[in-house]
């Protein structure tokens, strides 16, 4: 038994991505429409470890939110294929390819294949926020052909 | 591309659960016969990430060491099926599961269900080095039955 909470180590796999005893949030709750059906499950967050380890799930036809921050993400794949940009680079994704998103690097994700894209991601438990770009950061990332195809 | 390391952020998926460019390690370079038939592969491990991930895989038969430590493991089962014992808790594992190992908890997994056992453990970069049991550990983890069962 995990000490700390006082239930069982173990949480079990579920239909549909859940896991037990792990709550499904909308991926944010800003109103604004940066972002289309993705939802977010923490799996793992604990005032002893130093990373957290979260689940998104982005519905077909759905996307995160275009962003950068100074904290690292670390990407595995965990279901389906899709899409994503990470600074210049437009990347085919498949399941269990990993990715790395590096500081202050722009970087979307979307499920483009007639399927779900379900991906973990590793971060640092203390953040910072993410920052969203401005007219001319979008300008200078559609000056890349195959970005600018991603992005419309 | 990732500006610390010079090349793309993204890493593929290869058959035989490999990676691109991520090296397959041998577990433990101890020496004793502690464990079994396990390999490691380090996805992420960054000067700027506060935690790590692995995939570690265990061969049809084989075993993890037993062992505390007062590191956390968080762990995601990501392919196959098998067993664990955390604390006085014997699991059974199947894909997609997560497993938390609190701190000084004995633990181990054994892939015994004629099939490779393969997860992801995120821990943190900065941690304390494992111990093994002594022999009046061990007698006290087989007082369960159950505990006992799995170790032998």
């Given at each position: 038994?995990?000490?700390q909470?006082?239930d069982?180590?173990?949480r ?6 859940r ?5 499904l ?5 800003d109103?604004?429409s ?22 998104f799930e982005?519905?077909t ?7 950068r ?12 294929t ?12 498949k ?24 991906f973990?991601?590793m971060v640092?438990a ?27």
């Amino acid at each position: 038994m995990d000490e700390q909470s006082g239930d069982s180590a173990h949480r079990k796999f579920r239909e549909g991505y859940r896991w037990e005893r792990v709550e499904l949030h909308p991926y944010k709750d800003d109103g604004r429409s940066l972002f289309k059906d993705v939802t977010r499950q923490v799996l793992f967050s604990r005032p002893d470890l130093a990373g957290e380890l979260r689940y998104f799930e982005i519905a077909t036809g759905g996307f995160s939110t275009l962003e950068r921050h100074e904290h690292v993400h670390a990407v595995l794949i965990l279901r389906g294929t899709g899409t994503a940009i990470v600074g210049g680079e437009v990347i085919e994704l498949k399941t269990n390819d990993i990715v790395t998103v590096p500081a202050m690097t722009w970087h979307q994700f979307r499920a483009t294949r007639g399927e779900p894209l379900g991906f973990l991601c590793m971060v640092d438990a203390v953040r910072d926020r993410p920052q969203l770009p401005t007219e001319e950061d979008l300008a200078a990332l559609r000056r890349d052909p195959a970005v600018a195809r991603f992005l419309d």
